[in-house]
């Protein structure tokens, strides 16, 4: 089953290109101490490994190196965890979402439905979508009630999506999101729907300012 991952944003120069000198100095600072591969307080990215890094991407890729900022950046004192303890992600954990029977079963009837009837073969999409919140400012357990509030708006938008979408978790600083669709629409227009109604809910709920960054994530599932 084929899986892929990649990042989009209206990104400009690749911020790899001239060395460690073209990454902000914040970036450089919190690098240099940064031993864990996930996101410690994300209960999802420590699960399924899922690296810290592509967040840390996502953040470069939108702002301004001479004015860069980040909340997530960890100080020069803060402890490394030892090694062969807890603390040290285990990176060869299968992916759950791929090992439930019903995705095993529905790719199974997918070959099946091909080799008979190529032409009546509908398309079905699942993503794994994540985007941070604006220099990943820890804002979205605000309310306890933020999760619940973005999972109405998600599901008054299927007509848009051409599917439904679920909150998958809710970290402090980002959001992963699973999404099911017909493949009429491209994902970034996926995104852009889903963003624009969970903006609402961080508008009027959460604190004075919070608001999506302009990058996202985005893997096929199955």
């Not at 199974?108 to 979508?129: E, F, I, M, S, T």
């Not at 809710?170 to 995104?191: F, N, P, R």
């Not at 969970?198 to 009027?204: I, M, P």
Request: hydrophobic residues 35%.
């Amino acid at each position: 089953m084929p899986r892929g991952g990649s990042t989009r944003s209206d990104r400009g120069p690749n911020p790899k290109e001239g060395g460690a000198a073209a990454y902000p100095e914040l970036c450089q600072k919190c690098a240099a101490t940064k031993t864990e591969t996930v996101h410690c307080q994300c209960d999802f990215c420590r699960d399924f490994a899922f690296q810290e890094r592509i967040l840390c991407d996502l953040t470069r890729s939108v702002q301004d190196r001479d004015r860069f900022e980040c909340y997530a950046f960890r100080p020069m004192s803060r402890p490394f965890p030892v090694k062969g303890t807890n603390d040290t992600p285990d990176v060869r954990k299968p992916n759950l979402l791929l090992s439930l029977d019903s995705y095993k079963y529905q790719h199974a009837l997918a070959v099946q439905k091909v080799r008979r009837d190529p032409d009546g073969v509908y398309v079905h999409l699942v993503y794994h979508l994540v985007w941070n919140m604006a220099n990943r400012k820890p804002l979205l357990t605000h309310r306890p009630d933020t999760r619940g509030l973005i999972e109405d708006g998600f599901s008054a938008c299927g007509e848009e999506i051409g599917g439904f979408a679920r909150v998958l978790w809710l970290a402090s600083d980002h959001i992963h999101v699973y999404v099911e669709s017909d493949g009429e629409k491209s994902v970034d227009a996926v995104v852009k729907v889903l963003r624009r109604v969970s903006a609402r809910t961080l508008r009027d709920f959460l604190a004075r300012g919070a608001r999506w960054e302009g990058a996202y994530f985005a893997q096929t599932v199955g």
